[in-house]
C-alpha cells in the first residue's frame, strides 16, 4: 500500500452517501498528507497495519482491487445503484476522494476547481499531470471561446496551457482557432466526433485514461480479466477443433475427445496391393490415392462427407510413389517409382502429359503455386523445373535429393525442400540462390510441409517425429513419439482445426494423432490389419481424416458422435 | 534373379521399405541387393561363423535387430543380437550390444555380417567353407 504516514489515528468508518462527502472533502484533505499516492484513508480496514487482505484460495488477489473493479464493473452496466451500495457496504470507495472530487468538477465543468484538484491526487510522474492539466485547460479554452471571451482565452492559452510544454502540435491548432474562430468549432467537432453531449464524454475518456490505472480503474477491467482467463481455458483445450465454440464462465472450457476423428467411417477398397500415398486436394472435395499396384485413385468427398470412387488412373509402369495436386486442383501429378511423372485432368481422367528424362528415374514431383511448373527430383540426384509442355527451365545438378525424397515448394514458390543427406534436408532459395540445410542426427525417412510453410514436420528412423520452424530461427521446436517405424517409410501429417494436430501412420496398423503444441498423444486409432503408411486430414474439415494401408484399404475417420455435424443442439463446447 | 522373384513374391504385405543407398565399395544382400555396408567400414576380416569367414564393420545400414540374448562365443559371453535385412529378411550377421570382458569391449555398437549372406563389392560371392567349424552357434575369432 502507499507510503502514507500513520501518524493519525484511522479515521472511523462513516457511513455516508456519495454527496456528503463534497462536504467532508475540505476536512479529509487537510489532514491526508500530499505525497500519499492513494490517499484512501477512509477505506482502510482496522486490521490491516501492514498486511493486505486477499481473496481466493491463492492469496494473490488483493481485496480492496477486487472490490474495486467489480464497482466499476457495476457502474459500467449501469447499476448504479448497486455500486454505491456495494462501495458503501465494503467501504472501499472506488475513487479516491480527490479523484472522485476531480470526476464530479469535470463533470460540472469548473475546469479551474479540476485543475486544483488534479494536482491534490497526488500523481508522482508529472507528464501525466501536465497531460491531464492540458486537457482540462483545453476544455477551458473551448468554453471560453463559445462564449466568444477571446481575451481570456488566449490569456488561457499564453499563460497557462503554453507553459506545460506539452502537446506542441495541439497549442498550434489552438492557436488557429482564435484567429479563425469558425475554425475552430470544426476542430472540435472533427477531434471530439460529434455534438457537445459526445465530446464531452470522449474528453472523460481521454482523462481516464491518462490517469494511472491504480488512480482510475480502466473501464471493463473485470471485462478483460475474464476474456483472458477465457483465452487461457482455450489455449489449454487440446480437443479444441472447431470454430464455432461458445464459452461458459460456469465451467472450464474442454471440449470432450470427440472433436477429433476417431471412429471409421467408411473403409474404401479399390487398390489391388499396398497403399502408399493419399492426399485431400486443397480444396477438401477430392481425395487421391496411389498404390503399389501401379493405379492412382481419384476420390470425391460429397457433402453428406461419403467419399466416392471417381476415377481411376492407369498408366504408371510401376509403383506409384507420391500425388500432387495442383494449386487450383483441376490436375494431379504422379510420380512412379524411379520412373516417369504423369500429369492428370481430375475432371476427364485423361493424362495429359508425361515427363521424362532419358536414362534417369524421376523420384518425385511438384508443383509450382502458379500452376505453370512442375518439380522433379531425380534419380541422379539432381532437381528439374519444365513448364507443363516438358520444357526444362531449371535443372540444379549436384546432391539435392536422394532415392527416397520429398518434395515440396513453398506457397510463394520461392523454396524448394528436399532430403538431400541421408540426415540433412535443402532448403532451396531459387531467388536467392543459396541454400541452408535441417541436419538431424537420425536417418531421416520423410517430411510435411505446414500450410502455413512455416513449419517441417520430420520423420526419423529413430522413430521420432521433430517438428522444425523454418522460418527465421530455424529449430527443432516440438518433438513427437509414440508409433512405430522399423522397415517402412511411414508419413505423417499436420491437420485438423488451424492444423493444431499432428497425425502419423504407422508399423503397427494403427493411425496415430498428437497435440501439435503440447507434443501430447491423444489417440491411437485401431483398425487397419497392416501397416499404415500415409495419412492426410481434410485442409477443409478438421473432422475428416483419411488413411492408406499395406491392407489395401484406405479408411476415411470422422467424429465419434453421430450428431457431429455440431451447428445443432449438442454444442462443442464444455463435456 | 528367380530367386529374387520367389522372395519378393513372397512378401504379402510389404509397405514401401525405406533404405538408404550407400556411396563407394559396397557390400549388398545377396539375395536383394540391398546395400548393406562399405569396404571402408570393415574393422577386422579374421571373423568365424557356422558359414565361415565373417567381417567386422563399424557401420552397417539398411537392417532391422533381432531380440538381444547372452551367447557364448570362442571370446567370451557377448550380448548380441541377429541382424536381418531390411528388404527381403534374410539373416545377415549379429550386432554386439554388450561384451563381458574388458578386451572384447571395443566390439560394442559394431555389427559382424556373414561373408556367406552377402555379395562383395565386386559383385563377388563367397561360398560355404567346406572345413566349417564343427556344431556350435556363431562363432567368431579375435
Not at chain 1, 471530439?192 to 485514461?209: I, V, Y
Not at chain 1, 495442383?326 to 490436375?331: G, I
Not at chain 1, 543427406?421 to 537420425?442: G, P, S
Not at chain 1, 481434410?538 to 455440431?566: C, E, F, Q, V
Request: one cysteine or more.
Amino acid at each position: 500500500m502507499g507510503g502514507v504516514e500513520n501518524s493519525e489515528p484511522p479515521l472511523k468508518r462513516v457511513k455516508v452517501s456519495l454527496g456528503d462527502l463534497k462536504n467532508l472533502v475540505d476536512e479529509v484533505s487537510r489532514i491526508v498528507p500530499v505525497s500519499s499516492s492513494l490517499g484512501d484513508l477512509m477505506a482502510r480496514p482496522l486490521c490491516s497495519q501492514g498486511a493486505e487482505e486477499t481473496v481466493g484460495m491463492k492469496g494473490v488477489i488483493k481485496k480492496q482491487e477486487f472490490v474495486k473493479i467489480i464497482t466499476r464493473a457495476l457502474y459500467s452496466l449501469g447499476y448504479v445503484r448497486t455500486g454505491a451500495l456495494l462501495e458503501e457496504e465494503s467501504g472501499i470507495r472506488l475513487h479516491s476522494t480527490a479523484v472522485a472530487l476531480l470526476l464530479d468538477q469535470v463533470q460540472g465543468e469548473k475546469w479551474e476547481e479540476s485543475l486544483v484538484t488534479l494536482h491534490k491526487i497526488g500523481l508522482s510522474d508529472e507528464i501525466t499531470v501536465k497531460r491531464a492539466s492540458f486537457l482540462l485547460l483545453e476544455q477551458k479554452f473551448f468554453d471560453l471561446l463559445k462564449e466568444e471571451n477571446l481575451m481570456a482565452a488566449l490569456d488561457t492559452l499564453r499563460n497557462e496551457i503554453v507553459p506545460l510544454s506539452v502537446n506542441v502540435g495541439r497549442v498550434r491548432e489552438l492557436a488557429s482557432c482564435i484567429i479563425c474562430p469558425s475554425q475552430c468549432m470544426a476542430l472540435r467537432i472533427s477531434s471530439q466526433d460529434g455534438t457537445d453531449a459526445n465530446s464531452r464524454s470522449r474528453f472523460k475518456e481521454k482523462l481516464e485514461k491518462l490517469l494511472p490505472a491504480a488512480v482510475m480503474i480502466p473501464e471493463r477491467r473485470l471485462e478483460h480479466l475474464v476474456e483472458q482467463a477465457l483465452d487461457v481455458q482455450r489455449d489449454a483445450c487440446v480437443f479444441h477443433n472447431t470454430l464455432d465454440s461458445e464459452f461458459s464462465l460456469y465451467v472450464d472450457h474442454q471440449c470432450g475427445r470427440n472433436q477429433i476423428p476417431s471412429h471409421t467411417l467408411q473403409i474404401l477398397q479399390a487398390h489391388k496391393d499396398e497403399v502408399w500415398f493419399l492426399q485431400f486436394s486443397h480444396n477438401g472435395k477430392y481425395l487421391a490415392s496411389a498404390s503399389r499396384d501401379h493405379i492412382t485413385v481419384v476420390w470425391e468427398v460429397k457433402e453428406s462427407d461419403l467419399v466416392l470412387l471417381k476415377h481411376t488412373l492407369t498408366g504408371h509402369q510401376q509403383p506409384v510413389l507420391t500425388i500432387t495436386w495442383s494449386p487450383d486442383d483441376s490436375q494431379l501429378l504422379t510420380c512412379g517409382v524411379e520412373e516417369v511423372v504423369r500429369r492428370w485432368d481430375v475432371n476427364t481422367g485423361e493424362c495429359l502429359h508425361v515427363y521424362e528424362k532419358a536414362g534417369v528415374g524421376l523420384i518425385s514431383c511438384g508443383w509450382f503455386p502458379d500452376g505453370k511448373g512442375i518439380v522433379s527430383g531425380m534419380k541422379d540426384k539432381s532437381i528439374c523445373l519444365w513448364d507443363l509442355d516438358g520444357r526444362e527451365l531449371e535443372c540444379w545438378k549436384g546432391q539435392r535429393t536422394l532415392n527416397i525424397s520429398d518434395m515440396a515448394i513453398t506457397d510463394d514458390g520461392k523454396r524448394i525442400i528436399s532430403i538431400c543427406r541421408e540426415n540433412a534436408i535443402l532448403l532451396l532459395d531459387r531467388e536467392a540462390k543459396f541454400e541452408r540445410l535441417i541436419e538431424e542426427k537420425q536417418v531421416i525417412t520423410s517430411f510435411s510441409l505446414s500450410e502455413d510453410n512455416k513449419f517441417l514436420l520430420v520423420n526419423l528412423m529413430n522413430e521420432e517425429l521433430h517438428l522444425w520452424s523454418i522460418e527465421g530461427d530455424i529449430k527443432v521446436v516440438a518433438h513427437y513419439r509414440g508409433h512405430r517405424r522399423m522397415r517402412f517409410l511411414i508419413r505423417s501429417c499436420f491437420g485438423g482445426f488451424e492444423q493444431a494436430y499432428i497425425a502419423s501412420g504407422s508399423e503397427d496398423s494403427q493411425v496415430y494423432i498428437w497435440h501439435r503444441d503440447t507434443g501430447k498423444l491423444l489417440l491411437t486409432l485401431p483398425g487397419h490389419s497392416g501397416a499404415v503408411n500415409c495419412v492426410s486430414w481434410n485442409p477443409m474439415d478438421p473432422r475428416m481424416l483419411a488413411s492408406a494401408s499395406d491392407d489395401r484399404t484406405i479408411r476415411i475417420w470422422g467424429l465419434d458422435d453421430l450428431n457431429y455435424k455440431g451447428h445443432c443442439s449438442n454444442g462443442n463446447g464444455i463435456t | 534373379m528367380c530367386f529374387h522373384e520367389h522372395v519378393h513374391g513372397n512378401q504379402e504385405k510389404m509397405g514401401r521399405i525405406f533404405s538408404v543407398n550407400l556411396e563407394g565399395k559396397i557390400y549388398s544382400c545377396k539375395h536383394c541387393r540391398t546395400h548393406v555396408a562399405l569396404m571402408d567400414d570393415i574393422v577386422s576380416k579374421s571373423f568365424h561363423c557356422r558359414h565361415g569367414k565373417a567381417y567386422l564393420f563399424s557401420k552397417v545400414v539398411n537392417v532391422t535387430v533381432g531380440t538381444k540374448e547372452e551367447r557364448m562365443m570362442m571370446t567370451g559371453l557377448h550380448t548380441v543380437a541377429d541382424i536381418f535385412c531390411v528388404r527381403c529378411g534374410s539373416i545377415v550377421g549379429w550386432t554386439y550390444e554388450t561384451a563381458h570382458q574388458k578386451d572384447q569391449k571395443y566390439k560394442e555398437g559394431k555389427s559382424v555380417l556373414e561373408r556367406y549372406k552377402i555379395s562383395g563389392p565386386d559383385g563377388s560371392n563367397y561360398w560355404a567353407s567346406h572345413e566349417a567349424h564343427v556344431g556350435g552357434s556363431d562363432a567368431e575369432d579375435v
